[in-house]
């Protein structure tokens, strides 16, 4: 059977049938695979993917290798879909509901977990890392990590849900923007909405630097007025300064534009062997808070209620979208910086 007459054929999903899935295999190759669709353990649901981004996480599984992932892994934690099929002992979701998903799927009893910092699981299991991921025609979540959504919103920014609850992560790890001058490093799908996310809790004024000019007209598009390019920051320092492109010389200048007690939030994800120079004397004088702020965190119900308020401006982000097969080809798009947001679709 054609890999075409294959996905034309699929119908209902039924667990035990036959599916095709994205691979990539632990040499970095990325083939179409023929897989089983999931069995659904207790509490489980199935969903047909209908857009699912791509993120610096999936280049980092496609190319270097990624911190738990399981390899030979299909990719795709940013998705919003169809349920078509519940497994057992499962409530608040049904079939034919339009939900997305928060994609960390958690332990629940270890001691990250019951200090209710669910991000920071000990057995942390994200689906498109450790489990099989959303570029497939179907994947399985636990029901407990869909949340469903109005169908008006649109699968591409349905899909931007859980960059938004790790960006709402991220202004609530600063700890209060409300009336204080924030700075953002890096307009990429991170950044934007950090400073959109910032706006709408009340910051006094919000400014984003990025070196691309492409990034600055989307920035605009999105609402956000002060957009600069890098070498025209400072000597003004910021009360919250998060650093969200994840390179070294935005995070060694973020050092530099902190105010006074203000708190730089590291955002951006660096190389796991990176290290970068500082000068632990403003740290001191200034007295200086430095937070590390990973993944969503519990921010996604959250998040979906803010996306209601926020749809129009999110909906810029999305610049490019790819057939769910044309995954490496999505990825390089992504990389050449065509979009700040790149997703795969589904039909
Ligand atoms: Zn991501
Ligand atoms: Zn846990």
């Known amino acids: 059977m054609s890999l075409h007459s294959l996905f034309d054929a699929a119908g209902p999903a039924s667990p035990g049938g036959r599916m095709r899935a994205v691979r990539i295999g632990e040499d970095h190759a990325v083939a179409i695979v023929e897989t089983a669709v999931p069995h659904l353990a207790e509490g489980e649901i199935l969903v047909r993917p209908a857009a699912c981004g791509i993120c610096g996480t999936d280049l980092h599984i ?3 290798g990624f911190p738990g992932t399981r390899y030979p892994v299909t990719p795709g934690h940013e998705f919003a879909g169809h349920v078509v099929a519940v497994g057992p002992g499962v409530g608040h979701v049904r079939e034919g509901d339009f939900v997305a998903v928060d994609p960390n799927v958690v ?8 200090a ?7 057995q942390l299991q994200p689906i498109g890392v450790a489990r099989p991921g959303a570029a497939a025609e179907f994947v399985a979540t636990p029901a407990s990590n869909a949340v469903v959504v109005r169908e008006s919103l649109g699968a591409g920014v349905a899909a931007l849900i859980e960059p938004l609850a790790c960006a709402l992560h991220a202004v609530n790890s600063a700890q ?10 890096g307009g990429g799908t991170m950044g934007l909405l950090i400073a959109i996310v910032s706006e709408v809790l ?8 990025d070196p691309a000019p492409a990034k600055h007209a989307v920035a605009r598009r999105a609402g956000i007025a002060d957009v600069v390019e ?12 998060f650093e969200a492109a994840g390179v070294r010389g935005a995070l060694e200048q973020a050092m530099t534009l902190v105010e006074k007690t203000g708190v730089l939030v590291q955002v951006g994800v660096h190389d796991e062997d990176a290290t970068v120079g500082f000068n632990p004397f403003t740290i001191y004088e200034r007295e200086i808070r430095i937070i590390g702020s990973n993944s969503c965190a519990g921010k996604f119900p959250a998040a979906v ?9 999110a909906a810029v982000l999305l610049g490019e979208s790819f057939p769910v097969w044309d995954f490496a080809m999505a990825v390089d798009s992504m990389v ?8 795969l679709r589904f039909s």
């Open 116 to 122: 209710g910092r669910p991000n920071l699981c000990l």
């Open 176 to 185: 209060g923007v409300k009336d204080r001058s924030v700075l953002v490093l």
């Open 62 to 64: 496609l190319r270097h």
């Open 305 to 313: 209620d803010l996306m209601a308020d926020i749809r129009d401006r």
């Open 336 to 343: 050449a910086g065509h979009a700040v947001k790149t997703q």
């Open 230 to 241: 890098p070498g025209a920051l400072g000597p003004d320092c910021h009360d919250v300064v």
């Open 107 to 114: 332990c629940g009893h270890c001691r990250w977990c019951r």
């Open 202 to 209: 009340g910051a006094g004024r919000v400014t984003l630097s």
